[in-house]
């Protein structure tokens, strides 16, 4: 079946724009991770949707950041008034409920000018 | 707070050779799970292989498997008769059983030589 799936893959933006990124899902699973990877570094959690409620946004770095899955679904990060600092690969992953494994998207990778 | 550390940020070895991948991690917890990541330059992170603690038994998986050390925190990763597809970035992670966060060490860059 379809993987994760990321949009876009590639976005380039200015420095005080307003940037949403979007994630596809596999088909069924009910957990949704958005991660962020600086150039050089591991992936660093973001945050955990369990269904349509955000469970553990601890990893967002401020609140600039916000994430929302209003269907249990597709979910959508957003960034306001970015700045260069913000430049990654933002990766989402998906899980079925309560197993281990988690699936990832090809990522997005936003620059930041 | 738990830390993953890979401490070798680059390693080549030969194809059809055996090469291993160190990690260990900081944690006061008894119950966790271990993972190995490859991510090849298309971004996408691919499950390698994980290992329970609360199993004693290294976990394998064809070509792949781990040395986990419990007391000693180590998890290291070999990799045997190397392929030139296995060249990618590998990343040891960490989850905390009951948690669903993962926590990343800052990977190692495997490269095959033909």
């Known amino acids: 079946g379809a993987g994760v799936s990321q949009t876009p893959s590639n976005k380039v933006t200015e420095k005080g724009k307003y940037v949403e990124l979007r994630c596809d899902p596999i088909s069924g699973h009910t957990a949704l991770y958005w991660y962020r990877q600086s150039l050089g570094q591991g992936p660093e959690f973001l945050i955990y949707f369990q269904g349509t409620g955000a469970a553990d946004d601890s990893g967002l770095p401020n609140d600039r950041f916000f994430a929302v899955r209003p269907e249990g679904s597709v979910s959508t990060l957003k960034i306001q008034r970015t700045e260069r600092g913000d430049s990654a690969v933002y990766l989402c992953?998906?899980?079925?409920?309560?197993?281990?494994?988690?699936?990832f998207g090809p990522g997005t990778r936003l620059t930041v000018l | 707070a738990q830390t993953v550390t890979q401490s070798q940020p680059e390693m080549s070895v030969q194809e059809a050779e055996t090469v291993t991948l160190s990690c260990t991690y900081d944690t006061s917890e008894s119950d966790y799970y271990l993972f190995w990541y490859k991510q090849p330059p298309s971004r996408q992170m691919i499950l390698v292989i994980r290992?329970?603690?609360?199993?004693?038994q290294n976990a394998t998986e064809n070509r792949f498997s781990v040395n986990f050390q419990k007391a000693a925190k180590s998890f290291s990763l070999k990799i045997s008769d190397s392929q030139l597809g296995d060249a990618a970035m590998y990343f040891c992670a960490y989850r905390r059983r009951g948690a669903q966060k993962l926590v990343f060490g800052q990977g190692t860059r495997l490269t095959i030589n033909p």
């Open positions: 992953a998906s899980s079925p409920y309560d197993t281990y494994e988690q699936f």
């Open positions: 290992q329970e603690a609360y199993k004693q």
